[in-house]
């Protein structure tokens, strides 16, 4: 099944809403607070998750410059993936996804472990991420927005059919 209409189907899953550019500077603030609760942490585990925080804030504000709403974490990284990749490069969503999944690893299992060379990538590039994310959010001007929305509701449609 295709992830798009999968998450397009479900109650928390994707949808369009009003673009908003006040929900998306509120979203940076929260990952720059993540990125300072990252950077003053001691303990492995509540690093590797303000570090993925840090880095779904600054996609999620994306997602509200574009009036795309969504609580499925992975479903806002296949939007990203299907829908911004004139943004992101493919090195840039592999580390959001492989993020999602060390947050996850780290924080619901005690038996998993985040290897040290995904932990110390997480450290040092999610800072890079939270900027890259502020200069698309400067790149998306009206067309752009009213551009990626039709792509989505013709995939969600398309994909219905």
């Known amino acids: 099944m295709d992830r798009i209409k999968w998450c397009a189907g479900k ?32 303990i492995k585990d509540w690093k590797i998750s303000t570090a993925y925080y840090t880095i779904y804030f600054s996609l999620y504000a994306v997602l509200m410059k574009l009036g795309v709403k969504c609580e499925i974490h992975s479903c806002t990284i296949e939007f990203t993936k299907r829908f911004l990749k004139e943004y992101f490069e493919e090195i840039e969503l592999d580390f959001t996804e492989d993020s999602l999944k060390a947050r996850i690893d780290s924080q619901y299992y005690v038996d998993r472990t985040v290897p040290d060379e995904q932990y110390n990538n997480m450290i040092q590039k999610s800072p890079e991420f939270l900027v890259k994310c502020k200069s698309v959010l400067i790149k998306l001007n009206e067309k752009k927005v009213n551009e990626i929305r039709s792509k989505f509701q013709e995939e969600v449609i398309k994909r219905s059919n």
Request: hydrophobic share 40%; charged share 30%.
């Open 11 to 42: 109650k928390e899953g994707l949808s369009l809403v009003e673009p908003n550019s006040d929900l998306a500077n509120a979203y940076i603030r929260k990952a720059e607070e993540a990125l300072e609760s990252m950077q003053i942490n001691i």
